[in-house]
């Protein structure tokens, strides 16, 4: 399995892609990210045209069971970010 991207390489790949400098491109990929984080955290959904959606969803308080001591302790209510995965990137994966 290859390693994954990091920001400095995702950053390079991104202003070869865009003929721009690194600079404009890591502008880019900052704003991308924050209004994804905003437009998630206040429990909207966005998608990401050829890679998917993310959304949040609201979880309901649940019985877990601590695995070191086998008691079952009550969870509280959070939320957890949901990523689908876009039809268009599995078959690009598959091909």
């Given at each position: 399995m290859n390693k994954?991207?990091?920001?400095?390489?995702l950053i390079a790949a991104l202003a070869?892609?865009?003929?721009?400098?690194k600079k404009t491109a890591?502008?880019?990929?900052d704003a991308i990210s924050a209004v994804v984080a905003r437009e998630v955290a206040?429990?909207?959904a966005i998608t990401l045209p050829g890679l998917g959606k993310m959304a949040c969803?609201?979880?309901p308080e649940r019985q877990v069971r601590n695995p070191a001591t086998g008691e079952s302790v009550t969870?509280?209510?959070d939320k957890q970010v949901k990523f689908t995965i876009a039809k268009a990137?599995?078959?690009s994966v598959n091909a």
């Open positions: 994954p991207m990091t920001k400095t390489q070869d892609a865009m003929g721009a400098d890591s502008a880019a990929l206040a429990g909207g969803r609201a979880r969870k509280a209510a990137l599995k078959d």
